[in-house]
C-alpha cells in the first residue's frame, strides 16, 4: 500500500471563503500522480494561532447528541448510547416507513383512508379524526407530524401495512437497515413500553435518513400549524418560532420519557441535526437544543472539498488496453472542522500498487483520507471512472518485463 499525503493548506482561502468554486487545491502526489489545482492559489496566515473551541455545553437531559449531517461527525455528546423512551419520537420512523411506501408507489398522497374505530380510540395528542370518516394521506401526514395525533398515526400505519402489528414489524427492519442497533419499536405512536426504546445516537441517525433520502416530504416538519376538524393545533417544535434556520423535525413526551427534541437546522450551508431527550420542561428541551446548534455553528465548519466524480488521481495501468486510470469520489467530500483550523487540514490517497488490469469501476481501488492535524476525520473510497480492459498477450508480456525490471 502506498501513501501518497497530499498538502492541502492552500484549501484555506476556499474555506473562509465559504466553499469551493469548480476548481480545487493543488496537491502534489510521487510517480506522476495529479491531484486538482489551487482554489485560487492563496493559502492562509498560519502565524495567527487558531482561537481555542471549547467544550460543548452541558444541557439538562437525560442523553444529548449534536452531529454535522453531511460528515456525522459527532460535536456533542453525552449519554449517547443510553437506551430511553423515545414517545413521539417514534413518529419519525413511521414518517419514515410512509415515505418509503410513498416513494415506492404504495400508496398514493391522494388515498383516502376510513378511519378504523381502533385508530380513532388512541389516547394522548391527537388530529381527532372520527371512527368512520374519509382523511386523505397527505393530511394524515399532516396531522401525525404537525400535531403529533396519535390517531392519525396509526390510521397511516394501517393503510400502509394492513394493521398495526404488521407496520411495527416493518419499523423495526428498517431501523436495522439504517444501523439502528440500540431501538426497537411496539407501537407506531410511541406510547411506552417495556420493549419500546431507542438511543440518541439511533435517532440522529433516522433524522439524518429523513432529511437525505425523502427530501420532498421534509417541508411537513417545517409546517407551524394545522387545522382538522376545524381545531387549529400548532406545531410543538417551538426552535420553528425561535430560530428561522430551524426546518424540523419533531418532538415527543411522556411522563416517564421527559420531554424530548430532535432539530436540524441550516446555516451557510451547513446543516446540523441535534437530539434532546428526557429534558425536564418544554422549554429546557427547546433551550438545551438552541444551546447545542448555536455551539455546533459557531465554533466549526463545514466545508465541501470534493464534488461526486471530480477526478483526483491519474495512474499507470499495466497490462491494460490503457495506459492510465483516473480515479475519483462516487459522493461529494466534505470536512467539518474547528473554525479557524483551516491550515491544518490535509488530505491523503491510499493507491494498492502497481494497478493491474483488468480493472472495474465497482470496486475501490483506494481511498481518500481527510486529515486534521494528526487525526483522520473522514474516509472516501477511491474508484476507477471508467473499465480499464486486459491488453492482448504481447502488451501483458511487454509490461511483464518492465515490471520485472523496475
Known amino acids: ?211 437525505r433520502d425523502y427530501p420532498d416530504y421534509y417541508k411537513y416538519y417545517s409546517e407551524r400549524e394545522f387545522t382538522w376538524n376545524k381545531i387549529t393545533q400548532p406545531n410543538r417544535n417551538g426552535l420553528l418560532y425561535r430560530d428561522p434556520s430551524v426546518d424540523g423535525l419533531k418532538t415527543g413526551h411522556t411522563e416517564s420519557a421527559g420531554y424530548c427534541l430532535v432539530s436540524s437546522a441550516e446555516r451557510d450551508g451547513m446543516r446540523l441535526v441535534s437530539v434532546v431527550m428526557g429534558a425536564p420542561s418544554v422549554r429546557a428541551r427547546e433551550d438545551a437544543s438552541a444551546a447545542l446548534l448555536n455551539y455546533g455553528f459557531g465554533f466549526y465548519q463545514t466545508r465541501k472539498l470534493y464534488a461526486a466524480g471530480q477526478p483526483l488521481l491519474t495512474l499507470p495501468v499495466w497490462k491494460g488496453e490503457a495506459d492510465n486510470v483516473v480515479l475519483s469520489v462516487p459522493q461529494d467530500v466534505y470536512a467539518t472542522i474547528p473554525r479557524g483550523q483551516e491550515a491544518s487540514l490535509n488530505v491523503a490517497a491510499d493507491v494498492a500498487e502497481p494497478l493491474i488490469a483488468p480493472i472495474g469501476t465497482e470496486n475501490p481501488l483506494g481511498k481518500l483520507r481527510i486529515i486534521l492535524g494528526d487525526a483522520t476525520l473522514a474516509t472516501y473510497p477511491m474508484h476507477a471512472q471508467a473499465q480499464v480492459s486486459e491488453a492482448g498477450f504481447f502488451g501483458r508480456l511487454i509490461d511483464d518485463v518492465r515490471l520485472w525490471m523496475q
Open 1 to 211: 500500500m502506498i501513501a501518497r499525503i497530499l498538502p492541502f493548506a492552500l484549501l484555506s482561502f476556499a474555506l473562509l471563503a465559504g466553499g469551493c468554486s469548480d476548481s480545487s487545491p493543488t496537491v502534489e502526489a510521487d510517480i506522476g500522480s495529479q491531484l486538482p489545482p489551487p482554489i485560487l492559489g492563496v493559502t492562509a496566515n498560519t502565524s495567527i494561532k487558531p482561537p481555542p473551541i471549547p467544550a460543548p455545553p452541558q444541557v439538562p437531559a437525560k442523553g444529548y447528541y449534536l452531529i454535522d449531517y453531511r460528515t456525522n461527525q459527532v460535536l456533542a455528546a453525552h449519554n449517547e448510547n443510553e437506551r430511553l423512551e423515545p414517545a413521539s419520537l417514534t413518529k419519525l420512523m413511521t414518517g419514515y416507513a410512509v415515505f418509503h411506501a410513498l416513494r415506492d408507489g404504495r400508496i398514493r398522497l391522494d388515498d383516502m383512508v376510513r378511519i378504523s374505530a381502533y385508530a380513532r380510540s388512541q389516547e394522548g395528542s391527537r388530529m381527532f379524526v372520527e371512527a368512520g370518516s374519509m382523511v386523505s394521506v397527505e393530511n394524515l401526514i399532516r396531522g401525525m407530524i404537525v400535531q403529533s395525533g396519535n390517531d392519525a398515526t396509526v390510521a397511516l400505519a394501517e393503510h400502509v401495512a394492513g394493521s398495526e402489528p404488521v407496520f411495527v414489524d416493518l419499523m423495526n427492519q428498517y431501523a436495522q437497515q439504517l444501523g439502528m442497533t440500540s431501538t426497537h419499536f411496539q407501537n407506531s405512536p410511541g406510547m411506552p413500553g417495556p420493549e419500546h426504546y431507542t438511543t440518541a445516537r439511533d435517532v440522529a441517525i433516522l433524522a439524518s435518513a429523513l432529511i
